[in-house]
């Protein structure tokens, strides 16, 4: 509906079953060129591609509902010489927690957390526990962009929770 799966559990997500093959060659050129100039000036730079709820959380999905696929366009910005993260897996270790928006098309606060850990592993860093995070609530009422574009009305809002250091 209006370009939006409805998926089990009541999620809404974004029908991604293809990409421009020349536009994503010629993003990862345009990040090459930045991670290089930032290289000259002695800035690092690793860049996570964030997977769309759907090549995740797959098992929401219709039955053989295509989906874009998410490893394919991560080689591509490694094979251009992007610096890059691949949380993927460390999402999927996850799927069944709170981590995407079921009406949006961004990860939560959580899933953004994760992505956070995945990264600080690469970087090999320790990342802070969860525990040392106070979750708070600050919206029970979000409705996203893919609930906007759905046309389904009867699916409940979002919570919108914050992590805030203890």
């Not at 060659?25 to 990040?31: H, I, K, V």
Request: glycine share 6%; net charge negative; proline share 4%.
């Amino acid at each position: 509906s209006g370009g939006v799966y409805i998926c089990k559990d009541k999620y809404l997500m974004d029908k991604f079953t293809s990409y421009s093959k020349k536009q994503l060659a010629s993003n990862a050129a345009t990040l090459v060129d930045l991670q290089e100039k930032l290289a000259a000036e002695g800035i690092s730079m690793n860049m996570i591609l964030v997977p769309m709820a759907a090549q995740v959380l797959t098992d929401k999905l219709p039955a053989h509902a295509p989906v874009a696929d998410y490893t394919a366009i991560l080689q591509v910005l490694t094979d251009a010489g992007v610096d890059t993260t691949d949380v993927f897996f460390t999402l999927a270790a996850h799927s069944s927690e709170n981590i995407y928006y079921r009406t949006d098309h961004h990860w939560t606060s959580l899933g953004a957390y994760y992505g956070y850990t995945a990264l600080a592993d690469a970087m090999g860093l320790e990342p802070v526990p969860l525990s040392e995070y106070a979750k708070t609530t600050v919206s029970t009422a979000f409705y996203g962009t893919v609930f906007s574009s759905s046309g389904v009305r009867w699916v409940r809002p979002d919570v919108i929770d914050t992590y805030v250091p203890d």
